[in-house]
RNA sequence: CGGGACGUAGCUCAGCUUGGUAGAGCGCUUGCUUUGGGAGCAAGAAGUCGCAGGUUCAAAUCCUGUCGUCCCGACCA
């Protein structure tokens, strides 16, 4: 929830799980509810998503984080195949004489750009950028390879690292390395090139909704927060415990900016030489973070199933000399394993007690408890962790012969709870705001996504962020009629927009 | 980049004010007993006190610098 005594919160509700008052607190972490920040950063390396390097601002992502990952990689890559995108990689390093022709592109990121000026010990002749984003590269690329409209399309993904020098750094939302896909088109017209930037937009809100769990809403972003050396920028936007919003993936409409900067062209069918118009879109780890900010709890992770590098581990029960139920655990899980379920057995010696709340921490979405009453019942309990203890439907029990039915379905469930109850959180802290101190005082006490009509200017963006900080997170098409007014500034309103504080 | 805080065993921290042989709990190792919500007993191992200078007979402790982390702000696709 809220940070204590901070976040106003018209429409708090018991939205985001407490911890159960018969699970004692944890010892590794702080409740969520009561620290986000410190919670935040305490679960990311107490359950092993990542460890801090010698680098400064960068992070090593740990198995059960790339765990989480690589389930990323694979929901998103599907979706980018499915719209007929293929896998490349570009170089690492670009040369500055690259970087530097897309003008605002350079101006944009010149203060976070990393620099090669040595080989050994000698001095380059030309620095190269560690990019800090591929359109340079790859738009240099495209200009060799594209000749004719009949090589257009062009839809190109890779997923790669990529490093930005940031001052202020934390786990995931903000690293100076992190990985990301990005993807970049080519297109023989304007119109081709805005349905492709919609469509990977769309890709990204369907992916954290229904794979991330995480609610979002889409639209596109203001001048000021545009993409450098974007037409338009679109992203999707998500909505933190502490009233923060998290941009989660962005797709920039290029136009013929960067198409003009490296010389992108191609004989069209009347004959005339023009200039492709490109596209480009990115998701990157910071998804992740929005994942555990958005289903964490007291407890620890509630990682979202699809998502989850463990989707049920095993707790065999034993008493005395009777190891069967470890077999048991082994031979039920190896089973799910063959049906492709990704099961893990915790056989270690620890008592019962110790790995419940240890896989609890780490956010594995069902437990499955095989005790001796177990192996007499012919049955297993298992638990849900998207539940509270006690809460009715959280405890299951499954006969054998039918776990992998019964997970499947509970997988689904979890998943679904997860959803249903960000969503909530969301709509509950969505927020019109229809005169100026309203939209002031919501802003300023981070209360959530304050919508309102906006007249879309600069200054009456900027004028807002001096005075709370806050900023759109991105627009729509005007929901209130012709001639409304912008709540900001009183100049007639173009668009809808929600304002908050953002990471 | 500005303001604030922190850095001592794998983890959480005490010790620093007032300089004098390095501490606790948890974890770890071994053995035995245990195991349906963080087990018990016994024995044991484990720290260049972030790093570098300085002051001092003597520095975890005082001073300077530096690196890193956290919080708040600025900046940030």
Same mark, same amino acid.
């Given at each position: 929830m809220e940070e204590a005594g901070r976040a106003f919160s018209?429409? !708090? @509700?018991?939205v985001m799980s407490q911890s159960a008052p018969l699970s004692p607190p944890l010892k590794e972490i702080p409740p969520k509810s009561a620290d986000l920040s410190a919670w935040y950063t305490a679960v990311t390396l107490k359950a092993e998503l990542i460890s801090y390097s010698p680098v400064r601002g960068c992070v090593v992502l740990r198995p059960y984080g790339f765990g989480m990952w690589e389930n990323l990689q694979k929901h998103l890559d599907e979706r980018f195949k499915a719209t007929g995108h293929e896998n490349a990689y570009f170089p690492l390093l670009i040369p500055e004489s690259l970087l530097v022709k897309e003008a605002e592109h350079v101006e944009g990121f010149a203060p976070e750009v990393a620099w090669v000026t040595h080989g050994g010990a000698e001095r380059l002749a030309e620095r190269l950028a560690?990019?800090?984003? $591929?359109e340079a590269m790859i738009g240099t690329m495209y200009a060799q390879w594209? &000749? $004719?409209? !009949?090589?257009?399309?062009v839809l190109i993904n890779q997923w790669v690292n990529v490093v930005r020098w940031e001052k202020a750094t934390r786990p995931?939302?903000?690293?100076m390395e992190f990985l990301w896909q990005e993807g970049h088109t080519a297109h023989a017209s304007a119109r081709e090139a805005r349905e492709e930037t919609l469509r990977m937009l769309e890709v990204y809100r369907e992916f954290a909704e229904n794979v991330a769990a995480v609610p979002v809403y889409a639209g596109a972003k203001s001048a000021s927060e !545009?993409?450098?050396?974007?037409?338009e920028t679109f992203s999707i936007e998500a909505l933190m415990p502490d009233g923060k919003a998290l941009q989660s993936a962005t797709s920039h409409d290029l136009g013929q900016n960067f198409a003009k900067a490296y010389g992108i062209t191609f004989a069209d069918a009347d004959g005339q030489i023009k200039h492709a118009y490109t596209t480009s879109w990115g998701m990157s780890w910071r998804m992740l973070g929005a994942v555990i900010m958005t289903h964490g709890d007291d407890r620890g992770l509630r990682i979202p199933p699809k998502l989850a590098p463990v989707e049920a581990v095993f707790v065999p029960i034993v008493k005395g000399e009777r190891r069967d139920t470890v077999a048991k655990a082994h031979e039920l899980a190896d089973g799910l394993r063959a049906a492709g379920l990704r099961v893990r057995v915790d056989? !270690?010696?620890?008592s019962p007690g110790w790995k419940f709340t240890e896989w609890e921490m780490r956010g594995v979405p069902l437990r499955v408890e095989i005790g001796p009453k177990d192996i007499e019942a012919g049955a297993a309990v298992v638990v849900r962790r998207d539940m509270r203890k @006690? &809460?009715?439907?959280s405890r299951t029990v499954v006969a054998f012969d039918r776990l992998e039915g019964a997970i499947r379905e509970l997988l689904e469930a979890v998943g679904a709870s997860l959803y249903r109850q960000a969503r909530a959180f969301l709509e509950s802290h969505t927020l019109r705001a229809r005169d100026r101190e309203t939209l002031v005082e919501y802003c300023t006490s981070r209360a959530g996504m304050i919508d309102i009509p906006w007249c879309g200017r600069d200054e009456c963006e900027a004028r807002v962020k001096g005075q709370t900080g806050a900023t759109t997170r991105n627009t729509r098409a005007l929901?209130?009629?012709? @001639?409304t007014h912008c709540?900001?500034?009183? &100049?007639?309103?173009?668009v809808s927009a929600y304002f908050a504080q953002s990471y």
């Open positions: 018209p429409n !708090r @509700g018991p560690i990019r800090p984003t $591929s594209i &000749e $004719s409209y !009949r090589d257009l399309p995931f939302l903000r690293t !545009r993409f450098p050396g974007a037409v056989d !270690r010696d620890q @006690g &809460e009715d439907g929901e209130e009629p012709p @001639g709540v900001a500034c009183g &100049e007639p309103a173009k």
